[in-house]
Nanobody
Framework: QVQLVESGGGLVQAGGSLRLSCAAS????????MGWYRQAPGKQRELVAA???????NYPDSVKGRFTISRDNAKNTVYLQMNSLKAEDTAVYYC????????????WGQGTLVTVSS
């Protein structure tokens, strides 16, 4: 029932910007924890941004100051604004929704490829 649909990936020059979107189905989005993750070839998937239902955010040092996560509860959508992109940002980016509906649920998006040319 719950699905995440991602968009916004593509090819961008180093130093450029890109905004990823992830639209969620269902009525539990507003109370969910949302996160953006990325996975480069041969590397483990890593968290790049997280936002709570209350709007608190968290970023690793690798993207801090360059990436911004936000959410629009009216549209059931989470965004990742990526600025000053570097070649090392190249990866498949995934959004994840975590929520409780009696028990814990975790839903992943299909991923969207971001390629940053140096």
């Amino acid at each position: 029932q719950v699905q995440l649909v991602e968009s916004g990936g593509g090819l961008v020059q180093a130093g450029g910007s890109l905004r990823l979107s992830c639209a969620a189905s269902g009525s539990i989005f507003s109370s969910s924890f949302m996160g953006w993750y990325r996975q480069a070839p041969g590397k483990q998937r890593e968290l790049v941004a997280a936002i709570t239902s209350g709007g608190d955010t968290n970023y690793p040092d690798s993207v801090k100051g360059r990436f911004t996560i936000s959410r629009d509860n009216a549209k059931n959508t989470v965004y990742l604004q990526m600025n000053s992109l570097k070649a090392e940002d190249t990866a498949v980016y995934y959004c994840k929704m975590s929520y409780r509906l009696g028990r814990y649920f975790e839903v992943w998006g299909q991923g969207t490829l971001v390629t940053v040319s140096s």
